[in-house]
C-alpha cells in the first residue's frame, strides 16, 4: 500500500514539475497598443497588416464606424467628430455577428 502511494506521489511531482515550465512560458496577455486622442486627431500604430480594419466611436449616443481599409504599415490617423461626453476610439477588425456586433479589438483609447 505504502509502495503504491509513493509511486503515485512521485508520478503527480513529476507531472508537475513538467507542466510548471510550459505553463509559465505562455506568461500575461499582450496588451493592444493603445491609441492617442490629440484635439481631433485619433492615432494609433502596430495595427495588423493584413486585414480589413475598421474604425468605432462608443459615446452616450450609442455606437458608430466605418472602414478604413488596410494600414500597410499599420498605423492610421484620422480626424474625428467632437466628443459627445465620454469616448471611446477603437481601431478593430471586420465585423460579424449579428448587426456586426462582434470584432476584436487591435487597438483602443478613450477621451
Do not use: E, H
Not at 52 to 65: L, P, Q, Y
Amino acid at each position: 500500500m505504502f509502495r503504491r502511494r509513493m509511486i503515485a506521489l512521485v508520478a503527480v511531482a513529476g507531472l508537475a514539475l513538467a507542466v510548471t515550465p510550459v505553463l509559465a512560458a505562455k506568461g500575461p496577455k499582450a496588451q493592444d497598443p493603445p491609441c492617442t486622442v490629440s484635439g481631433s486627431t485619433v492615432s494609433t500604430s502596430a495595427l495588423p497588416t493584413d486585414q480589413v480594419i475598421n474604425f468605432m466611436i462608443t459615446d452616450a449616443s450609442g455606437t458608430s464606424g466605418w472602414v478604413l481599409g488596410f494600414a500597410p504599415d499599420g498605423s492610421w490617423s484620422l480626424d474625428v467628430p467632437a466628443a459627445n461626453g465620454p469616448t471611446t476610439y477603437q481601431f478593430v477588425s471586420r465585423t460579424w455577428g449579428p448587426g456586426g456586433s462582434k470584432y476584436t479589438v487591435f487597438s483602443s483609447c478613450s477621451a
